[in-house]
């Protein structure tokens, strides 16, 4: 390719590029906002109150942008990078932190915020319980449908953690 048209330097382009990512990831958070007002948690951070003809206008206008973000970008020979991390090594990752909130619901863990009576106790480990198999049920589906050597080596780690094994990060054996 014709490098002649590049009129910055590698740190100036390194800037822009990493400002491009930035900006791209700012538009991705206003997406996730859009998408989280017709989310059904249980806890919604938005109110829905971007209406349909709205919503497909900052649509467009991120789209716009967008492609604006990547005809600069070629103007100095730039370009995206390709994705680095796993969609289901990453709903792995989350899972597993849900899983860990949820087993400091336990009674033991629960003390600390103040005496638990026997039928306290009873309840927190039920809820624990019911949780961690739904969620046990969502991890298990996920490790199903991975791709074939992350599969592998986030069933491991899985295993691991479910044996009570420490695990030192993603594929380190512990020593």
């Known amino acids: 390719m014709d490098e002649d048209h590049i009129t910055l330097n590698p740190n100036q382009r390194q800037r822009l590029l990493i400002t491009c990512k930035h900006v791209d990831k700012l538009l991705e958070d206003i997406e996730e906002t859009m ?92 809820i624990v319980t019911e949780l961690q198999s739904a969620v046990k049920e969502l991890h298990r ?8 050597d992350q599969r592998e080596k986030v069933e491991e780690l899985a295993n691991r953690e479910m044996d009570g094994e420490p695990t030192r990060g993603f594929g380190h054996k512990k020593q």
Do not use: C, W
Not at 75 to 95: F, M, R, W, Y
């Open 35 to 126: 998408n989280a007002t017709a989310s059904k948690s249980v806890f919604p951070s938005y109110a829905a109150d971007i209406t349909p003809q709205q919503r497909q206008t900052i649509e467009e206008y991120i789209a716009r942008i967008r492609r604006q973000l990547l005809q600069i970008l070629a103007t100095q020979s730039l370009g995206p990078e390709a994705p680095h991390i796993s969609a289901s090594h990453a709903i792995h990752v989350g899972l597993t932190f849900v899983e860990i909130a949820i087993a400091e619901l336990a009674p033991r863990y629960m003390r600390g915020y103040g005496p638990i009576s026997q039928e306290g106790a009873a309840d927190l480990n039920e």
């Open 141 to 148: 589906y996920v490790l199903q449908t991975g791709s074939g």
